[in-house]
């Protein structure tokens, strides 16, 4: 029951949850950044920077998405499928981000690599489309 509230929260409330949790993955990458040696630290001490990285990205993304959909839209839906469809597009970016930030770590991204994960996440994106249009999603 304790956590009961965060399912029938109010967007003021959502709003400043999301912004203090952002706040603190965004402290969290900076100690981790400045605390953690890449060239003496095992493989921990890379999950905990992409980890960080990750959840920073993936607050500050859908805070800025939901704003964006907000404003720009003109006849907005009800307000918890804008905060839906902006936490899924945050997550997803965040992930492609953080995949070709990893690629670059370790010497893997290359304009062929490139050209091929953006077109993989192209086809993907019209396939997950072209089915929801066909009503299989």
Request: aromatic share 20%; with cysteine.
């Amino acid at each position: 029951m304790a956590i009961e509230w965060l399912f029938f929260m109010k967007l003021k409330q959502y709003i400043i949850v999301m912004l203090m949790a952002t706040l603190l993955c965004w402290a969290s990458f900076v100690v981790v950044l400045f605390n953690i040696d890449p060239f003496t630290s095992n493989s921990l001490g890379f999950i905990f920077f992409y980890l960080s990285l990750c959840f920073a990205f993936v607050g500050s993304f859908s805070l800025l998405f939901f704003l964006a959909y907000s404003y720009l839209v003109k006849v907005p839906p009800p307000i918890y499928r804008l905060v839906t469809k902006s936490f899924k597009q945050s997550l997803i970016l965040s992930l492609v981000l953080i995949f070709l930030l990893f690629l670059q770590g370790r010497g893997l991204l290359t304009i062929w690599n490139f050209s091929f994960f953006i077109l993989a996440l192209g086809l993907s994106y019209l396939l997950k489309r072209s089915l929801k249009e066909h009503n299989h999603i």
